[in-house]
């Protein structure tokens, strides 16, 4: 099966410093994308960011961007000022093509902001 | 825009009992997701639907799992009989099945089996 590996299982964060969290995949489609997800303790899974395989620029969303390394096949989340609210479980996600675009999700990693 | 919703919230039941669970996607999302997430872990794709034909359920246990999209809106899925194994979230999402779209995740159904 073609994995998403989130190697770091838990990450801990000083409020207002800057995180990344690390993503890698398998893939051999050449027309994929790259999503990460947020899952607070309430459990709902809360969308943050997008990569296409074809994007040129590494995608941003407000306090979120992507810094996408495509010969590596990583698609690390950076997160800037880190705020208490951030703690929660974050998951990389990739969707591929070849007719249907599934979904395969990383173990995920666990951040805590501290104050 | 009213989001995912999903029932029961909660559910208990004994091993070798049957459960459903049902989903109600985003107004005008053509696909529709369950997934099963054991805790500590991402979430499982069981099965996807496009309208109310299935693209994958590669991983769906189709000796006890079911599921079902009757005229491409609302979903049920089935565990019969179920196992201790299968307690976990249960986790119904919907996009607009386009590449770039994301998934909109349901609260969950939170399933214990004694």
Request: aromatic share 14%.
């Given at each position: 099966?073609?994995?998403?590996?989130?190697?770091?299982?838990?990450?801990?964060?000083?409020?207002?410093?800057?995180?990344?969290?690390?993503?890698?995949?398998?893939?051999?489609?050449?027309?994929?994308?790259?999503?990460?997800?947020?899952?607070?303790?309430?459990?709902?899974?809360?969308?943050?960011?997008?990569?296409?395989?074809?994007?040129?620029?590494?995608?941003?969303?407000g306090r979120y961007s992507l810094n996408f390394q495509k010969a590596r096949k990583s698609a690390n989340l950076v997160i800037s000022a880190s705020q208490l609210g951030d703690s929660a479980m974050y998951f990389c996600a990739r969707l591929t093509s070849g007719g249907s675009y599934i979904p395969t999700f990383g173990r995920g990693t666990s951040l805590i902001v501290h104050p | 825009e009213a989001g995912v919703a999903q029932s029961p919230r909660y559910k208990i039941i004994e091993k070798r009992q049957s459960v459903?669970?049902?989903?109600?996607?985003?107004?005008?999302?053509?696909?529709?997701?369950?997934?099963?997430?054991?805790?500590?872990?991402?979430?499982?794709?069981?099965?996807?639907?496009q309208n109310n034909g299935v693209v994958d359920d590669s991983q769906l246990p189709k000796d006890r799992f079911s599921a079902e999209r009757l005229k491409g809106?609302?979903?049920?899925?089935?565990?019969?009989?179920?196992?201790?194994?299968?307690?976990?979230?249960?986790?119904?999402?919907?996009?607009?099945?386009?590449?770039?779209?994301?998934?909109?995740?349901?609260?969950?159904?939170?399933?214990?089996?004694?």
């Open positions: 099966a073609q994995k998403i590996t989130q190697t770091q299982p838990g990450m801990f964060v000083q409020e207002k410093e800057a995180v990344t969290l690390d993503c890698t995949y398998d893939t051999s489609d050449p027309s994929y994308g790259l999503f990460w997800y947020k899952q607070p303790s309430s459990g709902e899974m809360i969308f943050l960011i997008y990569q296409g395989s074809y994007d040129q620029q590494n995608a941003t969303e | 459903a669970f049902w989903c109600n996607p985003i107004s005008g999302h053509a696909t529709l997701y369950w997934y099963q997430q054991i805790l500590g872990q991402g979430p499982k794709l069981l099965i996807q639907f809106v609302d979903s049920t899925l089935k565990i019969q009989p179920a196992k201790l194994e299968d307690s976990a979230v249960y986790l119904c999402a919907s996009s607009l099945g386009r590449p770039k779209e994301a998934q909109y995740f349901g609260p969950g159904t939170r399933l214990l089996v004694l």
